[in-house]
C-alpha cells in the first residue's frame, strides 16, 4: 500500500487560484427512485462527475466547503436524510441503488465518488455493488465495522439509537455488509482520509486502505470532519487525488 505524505501534497497540490476558482451556479433536483422515493440532489460546476455521499442525520449541505471543488459536483440527501423522502426500510444496499438511480437520471455512466463517515460506508457497498460505475473512490472516515469505532463514539452511537431509534440511527451500531474479500475486488483508485484524532481507529482505516491497495492519508489537527474543520487542505488532497491520471 502506498502511503501519501501530506507535505508532498501541498508542494505539488493545486495552486491557490485554481482552489478559488468560481464554479457554476448551484441548482437542486429531485431523482424519482425504482421504488417511487424522490431523492433530492444539489450540483455545482463543470467537468468530470464528482458524486458526494454525506454522513449519518447529515444531507447534501454538509458539503458546502466541497461545492466549489473544480468538478461537476453533486452532492445527494440520502434516502430518510435532508430533503429526501423517508422509508421505514433503510440500508446501505438500497442507498447504494438510490445513488444508482441519480447516476441513470443524470445520464451520468462513471463518476468519481467522495463518501464521508456513514457516506464513506454508502461509498464501499456502491463501490462493490456497481464497480463499473465509479472512476476513482475517495473514502473519509469509513468503517466496516461497529468495532472499528472509538469507545466514545460507540457509546454514542448506541445512545442514539436507544434513545431516538430510527432506521438512520440503526445504521450507526450495524455491520456495513463490505468484507475484506471485497475491498480487495476494488479496481478503481482508492484514497482513505482520516484526521488525526477521528472517531475511527486509525488502525481500522489503514485496513481499508490497505485491502483496497489504495493511499491513505492523515490530516493533522483534525478530528472527524476534516473536509468542514481544515477544509483548505482537504480540498487540496482531494483535488490533487482526483486530477492525477
Do not use: W
Not at 17 to 34: C, E, H, N, R
Not at 130 to 136: D, E, G, L, M, T
Amino acid at each position: 500500500m502506498k502511503y501519501i505524505l501530506i507535505l508532498i501534497l501541498i508542494t505539488i497540490g493545486v495552486t491557490h487560484t485554481t482552489m478559488q476558482a468560481k464554479a457554476d451556479t448551484q441548482t437542486s433536483g429531485y431523482v424519482t427512485t425504482q421504488d417511487h422515493e424522490e431523492i433530492h440532489y444539489i450540483r455545482k460546476g463543470k467537468g468530470t462527475p464528482l458524486i458526494l455521499l454525506h454522513g449519518n442525520g447529515q444531507s447534501a449541505a454538509y458539503f458546502k466547503s466541497q461545492m466549489d471543488l473544480p468538478f461537476d459536483n453533486i452532492a445527494i440527501d440520502s434516502r430518510n436524510h435532508g430533503k429526501s423522502s423517508s422509508t421505514q426500510e433503510l440500508n446501505f444496499k438500497l442507498m447504494a441503488h438510490d445513488v444508482l438511480d441519480v447516476l441513470n437520471a443524470l445520464h451520468i455512466e462513471k463518476a468519481d465518488i467522495l463518501g464521508f463517515s456513514d457516506g464513506a460506508n454508502l461509498a464501499m457497498v456502491f463501490a462493490k455493488n456497481y464497480p463499473h460505475r465509479v472512476n476513482k473512490l475517495i473514502l473519509n472516515s469509513g468503517n466496516l465495522k461497529f468495532s472499528d469505532l472509538r469507545l466514545l463514539s460507540k457509546i454514542t452511537s448506541i445512545l442514539q439509537n436507544f434513545f431516538f431509534n430510527t432506521p438512520v440511527t440503526e445504521l450507526l451500531v450495524k455491520n456495513v455488509g463490505v468484507k475484506k474479500t471485497d475491498l480487495s475486488k476494488f479496481n478503481m483508485p482508492v484514497l482513505v482520509i482520516v484526521g488525526q484524532y477521528d472517531l475511527i481507529k486509525k488502525s481500522s482505516s489503514k485496513k481499508i486502505a490497505r485491502y483496497c491497495h489504495g493511499d491513505f492519508v492523515v490530516i493533522p489537527k483534525a478530528f472527524h470532519k476534516a473536509s468542514q474543520t481544515r477544509p483548505k487542505l482537504f480540498n487540496q488532497i482531494v483535488t490533487q487525488f482526483l486530477q492525477v491520471n
